[in-house]
């Protein structure tokens, strides 16, 4: 059976992962934690246009041959994943800002 997914989903993921960081790393301010997941959306994002790169045959012949063939979507998820992990630690609420975005993104080419 498929399990059900959608952006509630992603938020009661990001919210678990969130309090597995704040346990492991032992912290109770939660602002600590802004800097070193802002650093790895941007280490996910590094690796995510290394994929891109590479999916666009834009990349050394050596370093293809390394790669694997099926991180691009994996690679994605990385980089909305962390985005949420930080969304929560923050206290924002994701589906609200995606929700507001789109309808301001629509209102835009009306
Ligand atoms: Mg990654």
New binding site residues.
Partial sequence: MKRKFDLSTLKSFAKKEHQRLQKYYNLSDRKQLNLPITVKIM??LG??CNEVLANSGLQRKEKLEKMQKDNLA??FA?VILTACILAENMGVDIEKGVKKKMEKIEKRYK
Avoid: G, I, M
């Fill in positions: 280490e996910e690796e995510l994996e690679e990385d």
